[in-house]
């Protein structure tokens, strides 16, 4: 083979990708009936309550009566980087709802 060529395609390779566009068609098809039919899936973000958790549990025990955008500033300068992560993930998913 010279530098510029590629080399050809085994049938294995065809096959695979065939059944891979399938599984990506088939997926499409799926959703795209559950939303005509009105069957919408729902997001596992919709299933916090915000009301128990460690998020809560650490803001109430530092002063605030629950989530909130001070408490997730004060939460993002911890040493702990749990507590961080929890802060990023509220400022992430549940301020931008």
Do not use: H
């Amino acid at each position: 083979m010279d530098g510029g060529s590629t080399p050809p395609i085994s049938k294995m390779s065809i096959k695979l990708m065939g059944v891979i566009m399938l599984n990506k068609i088939s997926s499409f098809l799926v959703d795209a009936a559950d939303i005509i039919t009105g069957k919408k899936k729902k997001k596992w973000v919709q299933k916090v309550d915000l009301d128990e958790g460690r998020f809560t549990t650490y803001c109430k025990k530092n002063g605030f009566d629950g989530p909130c955008q001070a408490c997730a500033d004060l939460a993002s300068k911890s040493k702990d980087p749990s507590v961080r992560g929890m802060a990023a993930w509220y400022k992430n998913v549940v301020l931008k709802k």
